[in-house]
């Protein structure tokens, strides 16, 4: 199939287009390289230190034989973006390039205007290009499990039966974000489900946990292949910053009371939700929502959790709780459905100890390059 992975260069992007690469897929990837910038910007950096996406792609034809195109620029371009379409004739559009970042969505003004205009415009322009250039090709959409909020009910995928005044309706799940970034998904979900009713679109929204871990078989194969990690406190998450965290001997970092509750699934189960979504596309017209995660955990279970390894492998840390920096629910029901990608074949791989330990062992081979003063947080809600 041509798929083509926007947001390629990136920590989903990159083993994604990997992955479907060794499954036989003819892979083209576009990115604006934004997010290296971004560490520019904040003074920040990969955990790992990650070669240029010229030198990842070598190395991968190098090392298989396989090519991946690359295009540089970006989704806000619509001229660029045709010129990709002209080129690559895709299958599959998987969307991962946006500014995923609920911190830095809420810097100031100027950094929430740039992350919904770059999301929401960047994916209308790829709604648009699927209509006018490839009006067959599926849209395999990252959103997030934090569209739906912390609501007092079950969540469901996407879509809840609703009886109102002795009327029946399936209508889309309430939302209720927490930050313009998680906002700016619920706007790409409602643009994409107007767009699969008038035009006949094909589109899979994944809303995707929290990503854990940084290795898949392929980035494994050669230093140059490395994916990146996050750790700082604006693009750090949860369970991979906590990691890192213990690498330095640094206090885990729970906001508020610990008791917020997310979806969470490993870095190898993301590449295999997104080829499950390719390989059954939904049809034209429908639009589609899977709930992509494994398990939940909640913010003080992680800590523990990422304490007792990180103490069992000689490192000493501490769970501190410090003020939240967010405005949140810290104390909330939780319980989502995600049975649509297991029904299709997803075999998750659970959060184990060895898990954790992997991830810890790579922090600790590259801790000199961790900043510390980015580890706190630094940004607030208020
Ligand atoms: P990332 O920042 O590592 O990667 C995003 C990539 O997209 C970057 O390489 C960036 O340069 C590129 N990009 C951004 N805007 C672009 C534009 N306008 N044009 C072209 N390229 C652009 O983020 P990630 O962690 O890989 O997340 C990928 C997607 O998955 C995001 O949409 C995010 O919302 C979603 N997601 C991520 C997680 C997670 O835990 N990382 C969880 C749920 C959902
Ligand atoms: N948290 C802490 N301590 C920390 C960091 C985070 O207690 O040091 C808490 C936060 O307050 C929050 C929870 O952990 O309650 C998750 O925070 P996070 O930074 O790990 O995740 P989040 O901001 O939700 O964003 C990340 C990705 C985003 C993706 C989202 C999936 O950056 O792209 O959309 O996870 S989800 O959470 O399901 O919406």
């Not at 390289?33 to 950096?45: F, P, V």
């Not at 643009?191 to 008038?198: H, L, Q």
Request: with cysteine.
């Amino acid at each position: 199939m041509r798929i083509i992975v926007a947001g390629g260069d990136g920590f989903c992007g990159w083993p994604t287009a990997l992955y479907l690469s060794k499954q036989g897929h003819d892979v083209s990837i576009v990115d604006n390289l934004a997010r290296r910038e971004i560490d520019e910007e904040l003074h920040s950096n990969s955990v790992t230190p990650i070669a240029t996406l010229e030198e990842r792609v070598a190395k991968w034809k190098e090392l298989t034989g396989k090519e991946i195109r690359t295009f540089i620029g970006d989704l806000n371009h619509y001229d660029f973006l045709r010129e990709v379409f002209r080129q690559t004739e895709p299958e599959a559009f998987v969307h991962f390039a946006e500014q995923r970042s609920a911190p830095y969505s809420m810097i100031d003004r100027q950094h929430a205007a740039y992350t919904q205009t770059n999301n929401v415009i960047g994916n209308l322009n790829v709604l648009y290009a699927i209509k006018e250039f490839a009006p067959e090709c599926h849209l395999i959409k990252l959103g997030t499990m934090g569209e739906y909020g912390t609501p007092n009910i079950d969540i469901e995928e996407g879509y809840i039966e609703i009886e109102h005044n002795g009327r029946k309706d399936t209508l889309p799940y309430p939302k209720q974000p927490g930050s313009f970034y998680h906002l700016s998904k619920v706007h790409d979900s409602h643009n994409i489900m107007f767009a699969c009713k008038i035009w006949g679109i094909r589109a899979t929204d994944l809303n995707q946990g929290i990503v854990y871990g940084l290795h898949t078989q392929e980035t494994q194969m050669d230093p140059v292949l490395v994916n990146r990690v996050d750790y700082d406190g604006v693009f750090g998450t949860a369970l991979n910053r906590f990691v890192n965290q213990a690498a330095i001997g640094h206090d885990i970092t729970v906001y508020g009371s610990g008791g917020q509750t997310r979806a969470f699934l490993n870095i190898e189960d993301t590449v295999r939700c997104v080829e499950i979504a390719a390989e059954n596309p939904a049809d034209r017209g429908e639009f589609r929502v899977f709930n992509q995660f494994t398990e939940w955990f909640s913010v003080n279970e992680l800590a523990e959790r990422v304490q007792k390894i990180a103490k069992e492998e000689g490192f000493t840390t501490e769970v501190k709780k410090i003020e939240n920096p967010r405005i949140e629910n810290e104390d909330h029901y939780y319980n989502a459905k995600n049975t649509k990608l297991r029904d299709l074949g997803l075999e998750p791989h659970l959060l184990t100890d060895d898990v954790i330990r992997d991830i810890l062992k790579i922090s600790v081979e590259n801790k000199d390059r961790i900043i510390e003063e980015n580890v706190l947080p630094s940004i607030t809600w208020k």
